[in-house]
Nanobody, 121 residues
Framework: QVQLVESGGGLVQAGGSLRLSCVAS????????MGWYRQVPGKQRELVAT???????NYADSAKGRFTISRDNAENTVYLEMNSLKPEDTAVYYC???????????????WGRGTQVTVSS
């Protein structure tokens, strides 16, 4: 059974850095795009960054210049390096992947359970 498992969240002071990781366990057959989203209570989940299977990237304006998304296809893992963190970056960060679990399965979107990032001022 394929699952996305995030790690790396925590509490950091403003200006600090964190690196989030997300591994797709269960040996998925093929992973297409992967991404990071975030959500604060009472607001909609929003895009942070995405990366395609060929490593083309896309960032929300709030992440440009501070965050870097990357992936390790051999390890089925996507990373989010976050620098110059601000209190407004505080949120639950979710990993997302479009993947085929098996050879015969269609492409589905999977979500992780999220990891909390808290940036103190």
């Amino acid at each position: 059974q394929v699952q996305l498992v995030e790690s790396g969240g925590g509490l950091v002071q403003a200006g600090g850095s964190l690196r989030l990781s997300c591994v797709a366990s269960g040996r998925p057959f093929r992973i297409n795009a992967m991404g990071w989203y975030r959500q604060v209570p009472g607001k909609q989940r929003e895009l942070v960054a995405t990366i395609t299977g060929s490593s083309s990237t896309n960032y929300a304006d709030s992440a440009k210049g501070r965050f870097t998304i990357s992936r390790d296809n051999a390890e089925n893992t996507v990373y989010l390096e976050m620098n110059s963190l601000k209190p407004e970056d505080t949120a639950v960060y979710y990993c997302n992947a479009d993947l085929r679990a098996t050879l015969t399965a269609g492409v589905r979107t999977y979500w992780g359970r999220g990891t909390q990032v808290t940036v103190s001022s």
